[in-house]
């Protein structure tokens, strides 16, 4: 038996050892449950998140249906998330082009979905009754009164992080 065999240590409690085939490290059982077949557990390991399922039939024998490599089970590729993320079409535009679901569409473009593939400083588009600069206090104008640069560079959203942010009261 090698090292990344489940060795069970006791029954009873239903505590598994189990050590990680990727990096020899401590794998934590994230979820259990009871199969016709036997049960089954998921294990994640601590060190570098890969997942693993053992159970069933054989027990000792890995379920790899699941895999931590997200280029695996992946639709798009780079370059397609970062059209649907540039494009300025609506979402059942780009849904039809694509042949996907709008859900799936307002997931990539919020960052929900494919985070892994986000710009460096990726920021989510505002929803409707956000916070904007445009309907605080000490909006001036074109500009913030109080002199910060951000709403030029980010936009009217960058209210959301603003500690000085007010609502203007008419």
Request: positive net charge; glycine residues 8%; proline residues 8%.
């Amino acid at each position: 038996m090698d090292a990344a065999a489940a060795v069970p240590v006791s029954i009873a409690n239903c505590t598994v050892k189990q050590i990680c085939p990727e990096c020899s490290g401590r794998m934590a059982t994230i979820r259990s449950r009871v199969h016709p077949t036997g049960r089954i557990r998921r294990f994640e390991c601590r060190s570098c998140g890969h997942r693993l399922s053992l159970g069933g039939d054989n027990a000792d024998q890995p379920i790899d249906r699941y895999s931590r490599d997200p280029s695996a089970t992946r639709r798009f590729d780079a370059a397609t998330i970062k059209a649907i993320r540039e494009s300025t079409d609506g979402r059942r535009v780009l849904a039809k082009q694509y042949g996907c679901s709008q859900t799936m569409i307002r997931d990539i473009v919020a960052g929900r979905s494919y985070k892994d593939l986000l710009p460096e400083g990726f920021r989510a588009p505002p929803k409707p009754g956000d916070p904007s600069c445009e309907r605080c206090r000490y909006w001036e104008a074109e500009a913030c009164g109080m002199g910060f640069p951000d709403p030029a560079e980010e936009g009217p959203s960058f209210a959301r992080d603003c500690s000085l942010y007010a609502v203007e009261v008419c």
